[in-house]
């Protein structure tokens, strides 16, 4: 079966850095479409951050220049380094895999990212 585990979410000091992982398995890493959501308690879950197969990036407007999305296909793994986080990136972080041809999405199952003032 297809599973999305993040992992490296916690607690940290506005200012500070987190670098969340996403390790992919029961796809094709290397040819999916792979993104970052989040969602605050009360909202709803937005686009953080995108890479696609080919390598391009793509940023929420409230988080560029602070974080960067990177994958290791050789592990299978997408990454999102955080760095001069703020208390309004507080949320629940999702890591989303999209398959070519049919578009189809698996979503991980969160981790957890609080940001204190």
């Known amino acids: 079966q297809v599973q999305l585990v993040e992992s490296g979410g916690g607690l940290v000091q506005a200012g500070g850095s987190l670098r969340l992982s996403c390790a992919a398995s029961?796809?094709?890493?290397?040819?999916?479409?792979m993104g970052w959501y989040r969602q605050a308690p009360g909202k709803q879950r937005e686009l953080v951050a995108s890479?696609?197969?080919?390598?391009?990036?793509n940023y929420a407007d409230s988080v560029k220049g602070r974080f960067t999305i990177s994958r290791d296909n050789a592990k299978n793994t997408v990454y999102l380094q955080m760095n001069s986080l703020k208390p309004e990136d507080t949320a629940v972080y999702y890591c989303?895999?999209?398959?070519?041809?049919?578009?189809?999405?698996?979503w991980g199952q969160g981790t957890q990212v609080t940001v204190s003032s």
């Open positions: 890479i696609t197969s080919g390598g391009s990036t």
């Open positions: 029961g796809i094709t890493f290397s040819i999916n479409a």
């Open positions: 989303n895999a999209k398959r070519p041809f049919t578009g189809y999405i698996y």
